[in-house]
């Protein structure tokens, strides 16, 4: 868990609506820490989504009892999506995030549970989003001033640097963690990117959702973070999310050809 000193924001910027979406699936060892730290923040206008898929290890009540903790009669400050069955970390988000829009979220945080993603550096993704005016703000591990666990090994380095530069040289982005987890967007770029029609299922759902908010015109950031390795549970990355991290970018360049294509005609 980070603990950098938190960035301040005005008054004003702290109340925004801004939504932190959180999936789970057998984090009941690492939410309770990654709830407190979000709720310590001093962002007014902040609220945890936990979007939990049935967890076997009751992930699903512990965020229940944590809402009950820090809800207030006047401020909903958690709450929890409960879903029926894992179906894929692009699919929680996805749920997640169209909820917090409905639900009147002019800022939505993808961020995991599993405290690789620093909670201190959510109120710097959105103050860049305010000052900018960017729709979406990207905590990087690539770009100048962003690091990674020391508990990544050199082949775990290789593998993610060829991730995202495979994917960048495909679909011709110039965003250098276009594989990243721990994203803002602005209600408007969700909307506009329309999410019940985005394909991706598994992780490569990070890499679709950058992609076709660039093509959709919209400014994308990014902002050096420290990236940490979970310390509890198990990663979720199986063969099947591989296969579709690798297939994806493809898909997508695809799909725009065809689509300038009927645009010229």
Request: neutral net charge; aromatic residues 6%.
């Amino acid at each position: 868990m980070s603990t950098h000193a938190v960035t301040p924001l005005p008054a004003e910027w702290g109340r925004t609506a801004t939504t932190v979406v959180m999936p789970t699936y057998n984090e009941a060892d690492n939410l309770p820490a990654m709830a407190e730290a979000l709720m310590a923040l001093p962002m007014e206008g902040l609220r945890l989504l936990v979007v939990d898929d049935n967890s076997p290890d009751g992930t699903g009540k512990i965020a229940e009892d944590l809402a009950e903790r820090h809800n207030r009669p006047d401020r909903t400050r958690m709450s929890v999506l409960h879903r029926t069955a894992k179906d894929g970390l692009g699919r929680a988000y996805a749920a997640g995030m169209t909820r917090a829009v409905d639900e009147g979220a002019a800022y939505v945080v993808q961020m995991d549970a599993d405290g690789s993603h620093p909670a201190d550096k959510v109120p710097e993704l959105l103050g860049v989003a305010l000052a900018t005016g960017a729709d979406v703000v990207v905590g990087s591990r690539y770009v100048p001033g962003g690091t990674l666990s020391d508990a990544w090994g050199l082949h775990r380095r290789l593998l993610s640097r060829w991730a995202n530069a495979y994917a960048s040289t495909i679909l011709g982005t110039r965003v250098r963690d276009i594989t990243g987890g721990f994203n803002l967007w602005s209600a408007d770029a969700l909307r506009a990117i329309d999410l019940a029609t985005v394909g991706s299922a598994g992780y490569s759902f990070q890499v679709e959702m950058k992609y076709r908010a660039l093509r959709a015109g919209h400014t994308v950031m990014e902002v050096p973070i420290h990236f940490e390795d979970r310390t509890v549970g198990e990663s979720k990355m199986n063969l099947a999310v591989q296969l579709e991290s690798v297939a994806m970018p493809w898909r997508l360049r695809a799909r725009a050809t065809r689509a300038t294509g009927h645009r010229a005609r």
